[in-house]
Antibody, heavy 118, light 111 residues
């Protein structure tokens, strides 16, 4: 059974930093691209960032480019999202998701809440 | 990048059928999409991958009541014999190597 467990969420001040982790199990992590998706309060789903299976290629939404960094440790079966220069509009539930062969986000984690406030 | 358009709300009576629509923007009518179900406070759930041809592949454990179809730039999610547990937000998604895009979501109310 695929399991994706996010951690590292919490309260951060504007301009601050947080690092989210997503521990994966139940599938061969090194063979899958992964992605982060968020949902701000009262809003819909928004793509944040994706990474190739080997971690070489990374992609970002314009809203986070230059502030967030996605990475992947295939030995630890863990996905990361380093979030710097946080803003109020980054407040959201952050989900990690596994990308399947056709490109669809086919398994989701439970989410980690990030609140950016002074 | 494509834009996905969904109605903001829909309703269906218990035991009836409902068809949700996701419309791809001009120039992207051939795109494959995915449908996801999101209950408040829970993890989103992948329902299915849906191609332009109407061929769909469902995720593990998705009930037979859920099906997909396509017509032109429109991608549909049909829920037959609607149950109370189907009350949720439904999102369509499409992607390419360097981006992913979601529709605004449809809130389904079960009457």
């Amino acid at each position: 059974e695929v399991q994706l467990l996010e951690s590292g969420g919490g309260l951060a001040q504007p301009g601050g930093s947080l690092r989210l982790s997503c521990a994966a199990s139940g599938f061969i992590f090194s063979t899958h691209a992964m992605t982060w998706i968020r949902q701000a309060p009262g809003k819909g789903l928004e793509w944040v960032s994706s990474i190739s299976n080997n971690g070489v290629y990374t992609y970002y939404a314009d809203s986070v480019k230059g502030r967030f960094t996605i990475s992947k440790d295939n030995l630890k079966n863990t996905l990361y999202l380093q979030m710097n220069s946080l803003r109020g509009e980054d407040t959201a539930e952050y989900y990690c998701a596994k990308i399947c062969a056709a490109g669809d986000a086919c398994d989701w984690g439970q989410g980690a809440l990030v609140t950016v406030s002074s | 990048q494509p834009v996905l358009t969904q109605s903001s709300a829909a309703s269906a009576s218990l035991g009836s059928s409902v068809k949700l629509t996701c419309t791809l923007s001009s120039g992207h009518s051939g795109a494959i999409i995915a449908w996801h179900q999101h209950l408040p406070g829970k993890a989103p759930r992948f329902l299915m991958k849906l191609e332009r041809s109407g061929t769909y592949k469902k995720g593990s454990g998705v009930p037979d009541r859920f099906s997909g179809s396509s017509f032109g730039a429109d991608r549909y999610l049909t829920i037959s014999n609607v149950q109370s547990e189907d009350e949720a937000d439904y999102y369509c998604e499409t992607w390419d190597t360097n981006f992913r895009v979601f529709g605004g979501g449809t809130k389904l109310t079960v009457l």
